[in-house]
């Protein structure tokens, strides 16, 4: 059995912060907005290239918005600045303690936003896995359930934060073309931190994620799914049963609060479905983001209310 124990505590420290990118390299730390009890979700994005041009996107929707709202900066930042003060434009990302705290802000036209993220769990990174990380999309990555507690204030009205955040750091090249279809998936309760990636390319199909619970983080074994689509092929409701290296399973239930196409790339689309979750019978929150080659989306799309199921 693949001893994880070992490979978090000696995961390196500095892969918490930048990295020096090959030519096509490219480094991000998202991190999920998930607010069912305000009606919004979203995602607060940091990116950078190999050649120092970095963006930052806070991008927030769902149904307690009239509509989405997108803010956005772009300039390029120099090869000493690291992500223990990265900050530009509206948008400041501090690494306090590598793995466990940062502080995030962002001083936006409409979106004022402040709060600290502290982890539930040690980093998963793709690197840990018997097989590592399938090398089109990045050297490396690291998944991390957390709770961010501070304010996020939209056109003047303030939103209290004591809640589960995502937070996904990858770096290396990135071709999302190359994906002929991914499910990248995040649930998160009190108890129980569920993550999976299951990415289909060159005709194979690969999985990576971990099951978080009683204490003890084990690599994916096996997922096992099914899938309500509305009629946008919008995944509305998602239920799994995900089994670990150990044999300990956990079902989660999942339903769609919040959904939104992101339109990062000109060969694929991403649907993201903001959730709210049950584990063995606990509430939480999660993510469910389907990647879908564009030309494949819009062919099946009519076709979802008689054939998917």
Known sequence: M???TKQIADFPVRNAFRHKLAEDGRESTTHQFVLPQYGIAGYYYPTVRANGQAKGRLHLFGPGLDAPIEEDV??????GMDFDDWRFGPLLMAVREPFKTIDLGWTGDRVQFEGQWNAIHPPYAFSMHPKGNPRYYGDDRTEQHGIIK??????GKDHALNDFMIRDHSWGPRVWGLNQHYKWFHATTQGVSVHFFEMMSFGKVETRGYLYKDGVMQHIEAIDYEIDYDDDMMHDRFRVTVTDMQGRSVFVDCKAFAKYQADLDPVVAL???VVTVTI???EGTGWC???WTRDYLNFARP???RFAW
Not at 150 to 155: E, F
């Open 74 to 79: 772009e300039q390029m930042v120099s090869d």
């Open 280 to 282: 063995n019978g606990e």
């Open 303 to 305: 076709y979802v209310r």
């Open 2 to 4: 693949h001893d994880m």
């Open 289 to 291: 983001e389907f990647c």
């Open 150 to 155: 501070g304010n996020l204030r939209i056109d």
């Open 271 to 273: 649907n993201e479905a």
